[in-house]
């Protein structure tokens, strides 16, 4: 029975533990890991519903990508609380309807994000939209954009 518990707690755990991939900077700080740049999935999804990239607003914040109908912010899965303030500002400078898209990187361990954030949007009244990296027509573990880091040499 105490192997049972035991089993059953380590499973959990490992479930939390892998919802993101984790690394540490030399100083120590835990950070989240992602394969492709944010960046690269604004390219994908903006070039895809002819939208505007980096629009400047009069406050000088940046839309990532504005389109005949939205104002877009993109977040991964982790900075999901942020990226509904932003949205919402870019909403309030566009006059456009405020819209999220998530990026899920692993979309079966990370949609429970997505579905918070979703919950959110019906209250409040803004879009959400989840993208995963199918987006990126990823080929060899590296995607079509040159300035995203899968496409970089390490040295
Ligand atoms: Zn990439």
Not at 90 to 101: L, S
Request: with cysteine.
């Amino acid at each position: 029975m105490k192997l049972l518990i035991i089993f059953i707690f380590c499973n959990f755990s490992n479930a939390f533990a892998d919802t993101f991939d984790y690394g540490y900077t030399k100083d120590g700080f835990k950070y989240v890991k992602h394969k492709h740049n944010e960046s690269s999935y604004q390219h994908a999804y903006c070039l895809a519903h002819n939208g505007i990239e980096e629009y400047q607003n009069s406050d000088f914040t940046r839309v990532d990508c504005l389109t005949d109908e939205y104002a877009i912010e993109f977040d991964f899965a982790n900075k999901w609380a942020e990226s509904i303030g932003q949205a919402l500002h870019y909403q309030i400078m566009t006059g456009k309807k405020a819209k999220v898209v998530l990026i899920l990187e692993n979309p079966q361990k990370q949609m429970i994000y997505f579905n918070r954030v979703n919950k959110i949007g019906k209250k409040y009244q803004f879009d959400v939209e989840y993208i995963t990296p199918d987006i990126l027509n990823i080929k060899h573990n590296k995607c079509n954009y040159p300035d995203c880091k899968c496409n970089k040499h390490r040295i």
